[in-house]
């Protein structure tokens, strides 16, 4: 019975989840303009699930700004200056829509302004088992920079990152892991990660850990921002045909 149960609320789960990204494209696409109407009745009966499921996806929707609901005239879409940037669901589907490259280089600006912030904040502030971290971190890399186009690749530069954000000692610069770590998935998931990691990229990872670890806040600014730069022109080249 326990089983039963437990598989009930897994298939509930990948349903809410399926309707969730099939409505959250569609209004990050444009598909569903901002003023639309959303008639949660026909949407449900369309996407073939209860008006109980379609609501809570439209309170998550609520949530991150996409939508709002009106008293008698439903549900509303909003404009893109209403939606919460932050959200990983909002930055997932950009990502996945047409806008793709200029997202992500509008990330790498972000990127730009706060990680070698957080970096030289790190180098003074973070904590023994923080520096430890940054260093397990950018070994994991190392060790599998011949596949850096896979998920272990992946978790360990989003632990690279995560930690050296969460050792700046800034809860604000520490709440902004899950931005980059969309940004990251999100080069992976279509493939404008290089098989085999750039040694640049490597190194400068290394030397970021390094000055953290050193306690010297200007190298690991300056390797941090170099970090930035050049994952941003990475994406630019992979993304563009070769003449």
Partial sequence: MRGMVEGTREAASAQHHRL????????VEGELAPGARLLTADVAAEQGVSRSAMREVVRVLETMGLVEVRRR?????LPADRWSPYAPEVIRWRLDGSGRLRTLH???Q?????EPLAARLAASHAEAEQRAAIVKAVLGMVEHGDRADQPAYLQHDIDFHAAVLRGSGNPYLAGLADVVAALL???TAHA????????TA???HQDVAAAITARDPEAAAVAMAAIVSEADDAVEAMATPAS
């Fill in 110 to 114: 972000l990127r730009s302004a706060i």
């Fill in 20 to 27: 969730l990204d099939a409505i959250g494209t569609r209004i």
């Fill in 106 to 108: 509008e990330l790498s």
């Fill in 192 to 199: 404008l990660m290089p098989r085999r990691a750039d040694e």
């Fill in 73 to 77: 005239a439903g549900v509303e879409v």
């Fill in 185 to 187: 998935h999100g080069r």
């Fill in 202 to 204: 490597l190194r400068l």
